[in-house]
C-alpha cells in the first residue's frame, strides 16, 4: 500500500449520547498489481468497532482515485444507514467527501 494523500475525521454519536471518532484515509494511487489501469486504497476507521481497508479501480491514477472518492461515500452513507448511530462532520450531518458547487463566477 503506497503512502497517505488525503484523511478526514467524522464524528459518531452512538445510541446514549457517547461520542467517538472515526476517520477515513486515501492513498496515494498505484498501478494494479493484478490487472490494467490503477488502484487507491482508502481505509475507513472505527466505524462502529469496524476498520475497513477497501480499493477502487480506474484506467489511471486520477480515476482510481475518483472511483476511491466515489466509493468512500457510498461506506459512509450504507454504513449511517446500517447502525443505530450519527455520523456528523463540524456539526452536520452532511458526509459529502467531495461536495460539488456549481458557480458562474471563479473568482469567488
Not at 475525521?9 to 486515501?26: I, Q, S
Not at 489511471?60 to 454504513?79: C, I, N, Y
Not at 452536520?92 to 463566477?105: K, M, S, V, W
Request: net charge negative; glycine share 6%.
Amino acid at each position: 500500500m503506497s503512502e497517505p494523500i488525503a484523511r478526514r475525521v467524522f464524528d459518531l454519536e452512538l445510541p446514549g449520547g457517547d461520542h467517538t471518532k472515526a476517520t477515513v484515509t486515501f492513498f496515494k494511487p498505484e498501478p494494479s498489481p493484478d490487472e490494467e489501469g490503477y488502484r487507491c486504497a482508502f481505509l475507513v476507521e472505527n466505524f462502529f468497532d469496524s476498520d475497513r481497508l477497501l480499493y477502487a479501480w480506474g484506467i489511471d491514477s486520477l480515476g482510481a482515485l475518483t472511483m476511491a472518492l466515489a466509493r468512500a461515500q457510498a461506506s459512509l452513507w450504507a454504513l449511517n444507514e446500517q447502525h443505530l448511530g450519527t455520523l456528523t462532520r463540524d456539526g452536520t450531518t452532511e458526509l459529502a467527501i467531495f461536495p460539488l458547487q456549481l458557480d458562474d463566477d471563479p473568482q469567488d
